[in-house]
């Protein structure tokens, strides 16, 4: 194989990883271009979508990728009856070059696509082993900064605003040690509409219990919504998700890796199929 043309397809490969990858990161972080397009929706119509924003930004980067690749294929075309090397007779009668090289990026894409979900999977799965066995703490642990982890699986008490943020029938409900807490929202307690009453603990003195996963992943537009209404919420704000399990966690990333693995050898068939297609096709056209 001409080494020229395994770096090339080596770099298209590469442009494809990181026009699907960063995308993802910029979504999980809240950063980037995804959190300027978010918070440009918010602003124009009061919500944004998180898929479409995903969409459109993938569809950019890979759009600035096959843009990049087409300039370099033009650079790289070789001069109009120059010796090339390696070269065939075409059933025309004049001659083929067989280092020419063919860049889909569709192609490429393709073999992004188990990469993309094994990255999903790892990433879950790993926050389930990172939140831990439970441990007790209060809405102070995390007010103070006291929790060094950025996921944590914990049984919380503290005070419960009455006023709270319903997102597709999830509640945002800010948590306090005190009523009369100071600054902005630091800590939030997420929770399905129909679970409320039974995760959500009366534990006394008006404070109530909450056992579930925290971590550190308030979305931009719930984030705008309390601000809306007058309410600060810190820049790095506290979610503790009511009745999500680490397990849960683990057993999804275990599910979505298998489903990566299921999808590379799938795609790997396939591959194998269209480039025995190719030697055969090739072979039929070399006939006298």
């Known amino acids: 194989m001409n080494p020229d043309r395994l770096l090339q397809g080596k770099a298209g490969i590469a442009l494809v990883f990181v026009s699907i990858g960063l995308p993802f990161y910029w979504m999980f972080t809240y950063s980037g271009p995804y959190r300027y397009l978010a918070e440009l929706q918010i602003k124009w119509f009061g919500q944004y979508v998180p898929k479409l924003t995903l969409m459109v930004i993938m569809l950019l980067l890979l759009g600035i990728a096959a843009a990049i690749r087409l300039v370099f294929r033009g650079a790289e075309r070789p ?7 390696n070269t065939g007779v075409a059933p025309n009668g004049g001659t083929a070059t067989a280092n020419s090289a063919t860049y889909d ?8 696509a188990p990469v993309i979900v094994l990255g999903l999977g790892g990433w879950t799965y790993l926050n389930g082993v990172r939140a831990g066995n439970l441990q007790p703490l209060t809405a102070a642990d995390f007010e103070d900064g006291r929790v060094s982890s950025s996921v944590v699986y914990t049984e919380v008490r503290g005070h419960l605003d009455r006023q709270y943020m319903s997102k597709d029938h999830y509640f945002y409900i800010p948590m306090m040690e005190q009523w009369s807490m100071s600054g902005p929202v630091r800590v939030l ?11 959500l603990r009366p534990a006394g003195d008006g404070k109530y219990t909450v056992r579930g996963v925290a971590d ?6 719930v984030k705008y919504a309390f601000e809306k209404n007058g309410i600060p919420v810190a820049g790095s704000c506290w ?9 849960d966690d683990r057993t999804f990333g275990v599910v979505m890796m298998g489903v990566a693995a299921v999808l590379a050898a799938l795609f790997a068939v396939l591959e194998n199929y ?12 070399t006939l006298p």
């Open 274 to 285: 269209r480039k025995r297609k190719a030697v055969t096709r090739q072979a039929a056209q």
């Open 216 to 221: 550190k992943s308030l979305e931009g537009d």
């Open 189 to 199: 307690v997420g929770v399905d509409e129909n679970k409320a009453k039974t995760l």
């Open 239 to 247: 979610v503790i998700h009511a009745g999500r399990e680490p397990a």
């Open 79 to 85: 001069v109009p009856q120059a010796a090339q090397g």
């Open 105 to 112: 990026p569709i192609r490429y894409a393709r073999f992004a």
